[in-house]
């Protein structure tokens, strides 16, 4: 069986098994990281895979796993210990300035700049609702290059602030269209392999000595500064789950054959 609504998941949950799959994202809630657990244990075919949705939900996982892609020194902080320890590293190695990523917050929210480790640590050591979070050595930034892959279909577009360090459209940012260049979009295949993501939204940083590095990733963002509208990415997504699947069922027919 192919299930396709989050509500028909609901209704038939526990009757589900190995040779069933569900099409589409499980829903924002304390509960998605059980239920995509309990899912893939079972034996039932994710399309999105769990991994692929965590990461996406997740900016501390994405730290984590896709980190060999980002910008240097990055670390992931889950305590207390782990803040002292990587500042006192980043000191180390002469970084003064220093950026964090809140789990959760979109739109460039949840980003903040420390131009002093001491008071990043001052303010962060203070109250367990932070962690975790993703810690990061500031750098200058040439270029912010937001990426839609899915399928053949690709589109790229700058964005620049020059009001700020934030460069999202929501944070006061403009856009233009970009030409994606090849290293650019071997980075995204590469990292969209890693993250078992079908299709993304790929943010990319290049810096003033042309160094390359992803910022983030995600399954689903906001589409404003692209030349495609939401109704037809949302097609296109779904067009390309669907595909993925009956070249899944097609390849199990042809392997007991």
């Known amino acids: 069986m192919i299930v396709t609504r989050y ?23 304390p509960l ?24 996406s939900a997740s900016k501390s996982m994405q730290a984590f796993v896709l980190g060999p892609w980002m910008t240097p020194h990055t670390q ?22 220093a950026v964090t990523k809140a789990e959760h917050q979109h739109c460039g929210h949840g980003v903040r700049r420390w131009n002093d480790l001491e008071t990043l640590y001052n303010c962060l050591s203070l109250d367990d609702r ?34 700020g360090f934030r460069m999202n459209l929501a944070a006061g940012g403009s856009s233009q269209p970009h030409a994606l260049q090849a290293a650019q979009h071997a980075l995204c295949c590469r990292v969209m392999a890693r993250g078992q993501m079908p299709y993304a939204h790929i943010d990319l940083i290049v810096t003033p000595a042309g160094d390359l590095y992803l910022s983030e990733i ?12 939401r109704e037809e990415l949302d097609r296109l997504k ?20």
Do not use: W
């Open 7 to 29: 509500s028909h998941l609901a209704q038939i949950y526990h009757e589900l098994g190995p040779g069933d799959a569900f099409v589409g994202l499980i829903p924002a809630s």
């Open 32 to 55: 998605r990281a059980a239920l995509l657990t309990d899912l893939a244990a079972r034996g039932m075919r994710l399309l999105p895979s769990a991994t692929a949705q965590m990461l």
């Open 76 to 97: 992931v902080i889950t305590r207390r210990k782990g803040l002292l320890d990587a500042l006192t590293e980043y000191g180390r190695l002469g970084i003064t300035a």
């Open 130 to 163: 932070h962690y975790p979070f993703v810690l990061q050595p500031f750098m200058e930034v040439a270029a912010d290059v937001r990426v839609i892959m899915v399928g053949d279909y690709c589109e790229a577009y700058a964005r620049h602030n020059p009001h």
């Open 218 to 229: 995600s399954l689903n963002a906001g589409v404003h500064g692209a030349r495609i509208s």
């Open 238 to 257: 779904h067009v390309r789950l669907m595909g993925l699947i009956e070249a899944d069922d097609n390849g199990k027919l042809k392997a007991k054959s």
